[in-house]
């Protein structure tokens, strides 16, 4: 009895959480400029305008560029911070981890405000690599304790044993370090890509209305009235989220690296 | 391994990057900020200067109105989630590690839902053409759809429901490490299922509903989109007024004097809520 109250509660409870995505999916069919749900109609004209209208699609490219290079960069300061971290346990590494997530625990706004009046006092405003820069330093937290973790899994005794086999220090990272953290840096890129995905604020106070992610086009264009091509482009996004984290549940150890404990059987 | 002088050479090198990246884009921003917020207002931009008026304007009925309404609702939407989040993570952690994979893929695709998206998606299923009254008619507890789409209800909902899938993932962890022994042993004893729950797994978990608390309360402090769309201007949240101010009115000294405020109020709250967390 209480196994069927439990499931029913699960049941309810996911179900609530999937239901304003059900019914945005249902809104993006609607065949006039209408938004109804249930849809009147189907038509999935607001898909293609979505890769019609530049309007539309030029924001698209760039919420993906962005995205793509801020996972890049976040992953390019995370790994060697993590790595001296683990390695040496230096008191710098361990200082400069710490500021790392000191952003992500800030309210966005916080870190939006500080890079709007970082660009505007140097002059260099509305530019792409402001918005990936604001990106990464936001979200660099991820990466920072993902490949921690990665690194921590990493058994002593196995990199003795490549040491004592004469293995140099190169070596012993690219043969027995990198494949094993491969996983964990695969994920947090994942992470960080459909977190700038879908970013709002750093984007919008950064981008200055010139760097137009998706999120800042649905947010302007809603003053402008509603469109059903709204509903389109977030069940789009919603799309991608899910397959980027559907991929890492399928491949990787999605319990794991979210910190699950794994009992010994 | 005996760390040399080439070692340190070659660490440093490799922290010198993140260093680099970490004081340009996030503490040199906090100064400017902090110094922007002394700065002088001109008819067009704004100059040097050392004035205290933009602190002395965050004093304003209108504001501390708004930071009250954001501490209100930051409190109420992190409690609300952390209640409804406990059970299901609770629940979901006894389940096959299959089953909690599938579970966590949705809940991360939630998390990461752009709070624009998220603000859209409540905005419809509140709404009379397309919300959830539709539901309730056909159900026969209504008579006609209802608008519900704006509002201090509306806000509350949105933010609760963002709440959600972070509360899940910040308890996943512990729930998963609790060690199931301890309520078979209460359960043996003939402790009934629901008094298991509050007189052991809830004081065994208190410290993490308490931390995931204050992040949840913390986010929320942070929110933007959703109090604008779903809510009525006496809903907005000092986020929406830096917002504006920055981005809209240009009023940057003003808009660095309410984030370093807004900040230490976050501050502020986080601390006392740690204190209460090791007092009670």
Do not use: D, H, Y
């Given at each position: 009895m209480s196994k069927l109250l439990k499931a029913a509660y699960c049941s309810v409870f996911l179900l609530i959480l999937m239901m304003p995505l059900f019914i945005v999916f249902g809104v993006s069919m609607?065949?006039?400029k209408v938004l109804f749900f249930p849809p009147r109609g189907v038509s999935s004209k607001w898909y293609s305008e979505l890769f019609l209208n530049p309007q539309w699609y030029e924001p698209l490219i760039t919420s993906l560029a962005v995205a793509v290079l801020t996972g890049l960069l976040a992953l390019s300061v995370a790994l060697p911070v993590a790595y001296l971290l683990w390695r040496y346990g230096v008191f710098y590494a361990r200082a400069l981890f710490a500021l790392g997530l000191l952003p992500f625990a800030f309210p966005p706004v916080i870190t939006a405000m500080g890079m709007l009046l970082l660009w505007v006092s140097t002059g260099h405003?509305?530019?792409?690599e402001n918005v990936v820069i604001g990106h990464a330093v936001f979200l660099l937290a991820l990466p920072l304790t993902m490949i921690s973790l990665g690194f921590e899994s990493i058994s002593k005794e196995v990199l003795e044993a490549a040491e004592t086999m004469g293995a140099n220090r190169a070596q012993v990272f690219r043969t027995v370090v990198l494949p094993i953290i491969t996983p964990f840096l695969v994920s947090s890129f994942a992470f960080v890509f459909v977190l700038s995905m879908n970013e709002f604020v750093i984007s919008f106070f950064v981008g200055q209305?010139?760097?137009?992610t998706l999120p800042v086009q649905i947010f302007s264009s809603l003053r402008g009235g509603y469109s059903p091509t709204i509903a389109s482009a977030s069940v789009l996004f919603i799309m991608l989220s899910f397959i980027a984290f559907g991929l890492i549940g399928i491949f990787g150890n999605l319990p794991k690296l979210l910190g699950a404990y794994e009992r010994q059987s | 391994m005996k760390p040399d002088r080439k070692d340190a050479g070659l660490r440093a090198a490799l922290l010198s990057y993140p260093t680099a990246l970490l004081v340009f884009a996030f503490v040199i921003p906090m100064g400017i900020m902090f110094v922007s917020s002394f700065y002088h207002r001109t008819e067009t931009y704004y100059e040097r200067g050392f004035e205290l008026t933009h602190y002395l304007r965050t004093f304003d009925w209108l504001y501390i109105k708004a930071m009250w309404t954001t501490v209100k609702l930051s409190t109420i939407a992190a409690t609300i989630a952390v209640l409804l989040a406990f059970p299901f993570t609770y629940f979901m952690s006894g389940y096959s590690r299959r089953v909690q994979t599938v579970i966590l893929v949705v809940v991360l695709g939630v998390l990461s839902l752009s709070e624009v998206i998220v603000a859209f998606s409540w905005s419809n299923a509140l709404?009379?053409?397309?919300?959830?009254s539709n539901f309730f008619v056909w159900l026969g507890f209504m008579e006609r759809p209802a608008s519900w789409a704006r509002g201090l209800p509306a806000v509350l909902i949105a933010l609760s429901y963002f709440n959600l899938s972070i509360a899940i993932l910040m308890l996943y962890p512990h729930c998963t490490r609790l060690d199931p022994s301890y309520v078979e042993a209460a359960r043996t004893m003939g402790t009934s299922p629901a008094r298991s729950m509050f007189k052991v797994v809830i004081p065994i978990l208190r410290k993490p509903l308490i931390a995931t608390w204050i992040v949840l309360f913390v986010f929320t402090m942070g929110a933007v989109v959703t109090p604008q769309w779903l809510g009525r201007p006496d809903q907005w949240m000092l986020a929406v007024h830096i917002s504006k101010q920055a981005v809209?009115?240009?009023?940057i000294p003003f808009a660095s004097a309410l984030s370093i405020v807004f900040l230490l109020v976050t501050i502020a709250m986080v601390l006392v809520a740690n204190r209460f967390a090791d007092k009670s």
């Open positions: 609607n065949a006039k405003t509305g530019q792409i209305s010139r760097i137009v | 709404s009379r053409p397309a919300g959830i809209e009115l240009g009023n």
